[in-house]
């Protein structure tokens, strides 16, 4: 597992077990886990953001903290904010990871993951030119959203 995914995973059961809502320190966290702070920052931007139903605040400083909360919402109103935040274009790590956080909010099954990250795989899009694949990527993903939604 990349630790990456281990700094994902381990505040995210920070989350479940704290009713959704965790105060890190990103040194301590970054102690704990063996890794850098920077990694704690990277993770908390890409996998922690408004766009996939999380709100992140911090305070700088001697005392300083890392809150992150969990937004409670119904499955098509997260579902609609996931499709308006997609925009024009749409990496394939970062499809995978809104994919995995839906997944881990049973927002559909593993089956349906799967067939979702199959079709946006670059596999799937070879011979879509390099640089069309990301505006192709993010119109799949979200006409598969809307399907869901529907």
Known sequence: MRMSDLVA???L???DAQNGS???QRNELAGNLGCVPSQINYVITSRFTPEQGYIVESRRGGGGYIRI???KMDNGTALMHII???GDSLD?????AMLTNMLQRQMFSMQ???VMSTVMSDRTLRNVEQEKRDTVRADLFKNMLLTILS
Do not use: C, D, F, P
Not at 92 to 96: D, G, P, Q
């Open 9 to 11: 995973q381990y505040i």
């Open 84 to 86: 308006n935040s997609i």
């Open 92 to 96: 394939k790590s970062t499809a995978e």
């Open 112 to 114: 349906t993951a799967k």
């Open 69 to 71: 909360s969990r937004v």
């Open 22 to 24: 965790a105060e890190i």
């Open 13 to 15: 059961e920070m989350l």
